[in-house]
């Protein structure tokens, strides 16, 4: 099975910061990578697919990058919406495994 | 408008069953591979298993297999996991989800319920 890990594990940031979370998988995943977004008690969000495509509707602050093993995610201006957890998915091969999330909140 | 709606989580005993169900709306069901996703409380997300539109292929997080089996009924846009000899770690929110298949076998879950609680306890 493909193992995601995901730094840093959490982060405190403030609005209008530019915030960079990493994900790592085990194995070469090509561009297999998903990244979604989850606030508290709803269901997660995709952002990123292909490693760097925008999901439809999400705001151009988000941009994805990486390719093989290693992948970032990028909000260029963090707004107050955005304060969640995030979570990369490698789509690569079955299990499709997640990452631990990146809790962003408020500095 | 395009949604999900899961059903039929609760309390159930160790080495109990349950069968959750997910009902869609608004896009053609049958197309697309559907998932199941898994949270514990305060934990991250597990990906459980999903199934091709025509339900001719199915996987399965070690985990689970032999236990979990998912399925379909395209006639009533609806999906399906039966879980038997469910464990305290089976404990969690259990979404159903859409993947969306990009191309080159890109594909992402793009739509979510809200998610059904499954509790395994005595």
Redesign the interface.
Known sequence: ?VQMTQSPSSLSASVGDRVTITCRASQTIS??L?W?Q?KAGK????LI??AS?L?SGVPSRFSGSGYGADFTLTISSLQPEDFATY?C?Q?YS????????TKVDIK | EVQLEESGGGLVQPGGSLRLSCTASGFSFSIYWM?W?RQTPGK????VS?IKGDGSEK????SVKGRFSISRDNAKNSLYLQMNSLRAEDTAVY?C?RE?Y?WN??????V????TTVTVSS
């Open positions: 099975d561009a297999y998903n979604y989850q269901a997660p969000r995709l697919y292909a495509r999901q979570f998915q789509s079955h299990p499709f495994t997640f990452g631990p999330g | 998932s996703v991250g997300l597990e990906w999903n996987y399965y997080v070690d979404y989800a969306e990009f076998g890109f594909r992402g879950m793009d979510w319920g809200r998610g």
